[in-house]
């Protein structure tokens, strides 16, 4: 590969069968980008290790083109060598992480995610093994981290570390049948896109909305007005087969709620355009702070309470969504 091995930042490799990986590679210590394209030997796997220890400025690293499925094991580590990732602290972008299963405790906490401070994009796929809660916990990614994906995960609560995530702008939890209680989502400050797919919860409270610590107004002076706004960024929300899921909880006894002296107002998910709710069969009825949204877009599928209730023809709640834009309620 030649003596300037040593210039080079952005490196795509296509490697034949009977090409060994080249050792030079290790030289190029400022590497910021790698994608390699092999015919599917094993040895690029055993490779990988060392090359994760001297190219510590790797920013964009793609496999998909090679047979390589997950990071090698070097233990019997259930996390799949995540240690590997220690040093590589320039890494940006997106980064994916399957196959995770309770265990391996340690080489989860090496990885240090939290250092990663170009990371945006963060997707954690888990087995549905109920102890991962212990492992999410040490999978805390950069405060600074916009996109977050957690799919099967089998804890019953969701890591402390996602309420720091100020600047999280879109938020996935799919397949979370064992959890029974959501924290208060509706304090990130910006959240556009949440998407809730397969949750165990069987009500949406108060608790999500993240109001609770202001129900009451004691320490508001006479005359002024508390303004809460749960969501204050929302544009879209999924809500897809939560088949447990019995109440979404509107809080009409505090909205507006007044006294001699103060005003309490909550004004929730101020900018929510899109609302997708599909296969949550037990769900019987809609909060009036959704129905009050600036909604463009309500879709209502395999939903056979909901569409009893707001149905165009026969639904005795039609005319609260009869202002939307677009229904479509199947």
Not at 66 to 93: C, D, T, V
Not at 125 to 150: K, M
Request: hydrophobic share 40%; net charge negative; proline share 5%.
């Amino acid at each position: 590969m030649g003596t300037s091995i040593e210039r080079v930042r952005h490196l795509s490799m296509m490697l034949s069968r009977e090409t060994s990986f080249p050792s030079s590679i290790h030289r190029a210590k400022g590497l910021r980008s790698l994608l390699i394209n092999n015919s599917g030997d094993p040895w690029l796997g055993a490779a990988l290790p060392g090359l994760f220890k001297q190219l510590t400025c790797i920013r964009y690293l793609n496999l998909s083109r090679s047979s390589i499925e997950e990071i090698p094991k070097e233990n019997e580590s259930k996390a799949a060598n995540l240690r590997a990732l220690k040093n590589l602290n320039h890494i940006g972008g997106s980064l994916a992480i399957r196959n995770l299963q309770g265990g391996g405790i340690e080489d989860a906490a090496e990885a240090q995610l939290k250092n990663k401070k170009r990371l945006l994009c963060l997707k954690l796929n888990f087995d549905n093994d109920s102890d991962g809660d212990i492992l999410i916990e040490v999978l805390q990614p950069p405060s600074d981290l916009e996109r977050l994906f957690i799919y099967n995960y089998g804890g019953i609560v969701l890591p402390n570390w996602i309420m720091a995530l100020t600047r999280l702008q879109v938020l996935q939890l799919d397949g979370y049948g064992n959890l029974e209680v959501l924290p208060p989502l509706g304090r990130l400050p910006n959240l556009e896109t949440l998407s809730l797919v397969e949750v165990g919860v069987r009500r949406l409270d108060a608790g999500f909305l993240g109001i609770e610590e202001v129900e009451n107004a004691n320490n508001i002076n006479e005359g002024e007005i508390a303004r809460v706004t749960p969501f204050p960024k929302l544009r879209r929300l999924e809500i897809s087969s939560l088949i447990e899921l019995e109440e979404w909880d509107g809080i009409e006894r505090r909205v507006g709620e007044e006294d001699a002296t103060t005003t309490s107002i909550f004004i929730i998910m101020p900018q929510l355009q899109k609302l997708e709710i599909v296969n949550c069969p037990l769900l019987r009825a809609l909060p009036d702070y959704v129905l009050a949204a600036p909604l463009q877009l309500l879709e209502v599928r395999d939903c056979p309470d909901l569409r009893k209730r707001y149905g165009k023809e026969k639904g005795e709640d039609w005319h609260k969504i009869s202002h939307i834009g677009e229904v479509y309620i199947h």
